[in-house]
């Protein structure tokens, strides 16, 4: 029953001496390979392909002897990237939310799911959350999981549904008063907007957290405004769990080396502290499908020296969002879709937005306006068009945006509607 040392390890880690965690996450790795050989055949050719001999990757060190892994891989690879050793009624299936591509489903057995939460709920308690608070999920997922300690009163969380109306929102949140709420971006940003024109909050949390999404500079002096605080970031994937989680100090991301190994590569190779790069993680606990050296896409730096919050856990700073969430200009220059975010985010009439690509040189804003929300003028597509040299950038509004499968706004995509 290690599986159940490791869960009760979870909050113990950052107070354990740095060796004890390394010596553990050695020997994750050394067993994640040897089982991905061993019962997994996507692996197996991998390891061949590369002459990587049994025994040869002895810890975290040697990781690098493996390629990178894509999504596209993972997904063209299908059943034989799941390990065969895993009954079906032990495992439940995920997906990826779809919002850059087409999704990847994932297995997961229930013993996965619960140390995913443990460490998830151990990212907010490092942040002031207990067992025993209630907690409101807007939109993620993170934390939307039957748990049989709900009837004890611990680890209480109600989910409320981004398709219903936000008004909706508002009536959970004031009857539940919770002391967590952690959100999509997308979804805070509608709540404070709602929150705002209904004359503000008359409950205030002692957590508010972000993640899913990557998170605009507006949603922040939002929140701020409206509970009176900046949301906590928490950086998570359903192919890894929760990877990295941000503290009170606000200095970046702790990432959970109880958890995960990340690596910020360019080019292939490790990007120097402070210069970003592309995030891989290698997933320590996920046996049924194993993620080794898996290409996230996100762009991030690594951040240098100690935390002022005292734990040593590394830390990362999240740049922009995921490959799919830049715009490729002519002329080879990117564009972060958050930036024009920022810019769409900033106005107060539109509830929900997305960005969609129309052509090589040409982008359109589609919106639905807030009920009563004052209509944007025509400065909101030339300060677009302003951020997007050489290309037409148009609006239009619509009266309904679709969701993606897992609640997320999208922040747009080729061709995405
Ligand atoms: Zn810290």
Known sequence: MSWIADLLRTPLWGRLPRGMLDRWR????RDLVEHARRTIPFYRSLLEAHGIREGRVRGVADLPLLPPVAKSALRVAGRRAFARDVPPHLARTWSTSGSRGEPLVVPVRHRDLARFQAVNHHSLARNGYRPWHRGLSLGSQAFRFENPLAGLGLFRWTWVDPVRPVEEWLDVYHRLRPHAVH????????????????????????LLTTGGEFR??????????????????????VEAG???????AREGLHVRVDAVH????????PAPPGEPGTVHVTALHMPCMPFIRYRLGDTAEEVPGPCSCGLWWPRIRLLTGREGETIDLPGGRRVPLTALGAVAGACAGIRRYRFVRAGEREIVLRYVLRAGG??????????????LPGVRVTTEKVSHLPLTRTGKAAWGGEGTS
């Open 26 to 29: 050695d020997r994750r790795v």
């Open 242 to 248: 929760r990877i990295a989680f941000e503290c009170r």
């Open 216 to 237: 605009t500079p507006d949603v922040v002096r939002l929140a701020r405004e409206v509970f009176g605080q900046a949301p906590l970031d928490q950086y998570g994937a």
């Open 374 to 387: 004052p209509e944007p003028g025509p400065e909101l597509a030339a300060e677009l068009a302003s951020r």
């Open 183 to 206: 959100a999509y971006p997308s979804a805070l940003r509608e709540f404070c907007l709602a929150a705002r024109a209904a004359g503000g909050l008359r409950w205030r949390p002692r």
């Open 262 to 269: 990340v690596e910020i590569l360019r080019h292939g190779r």
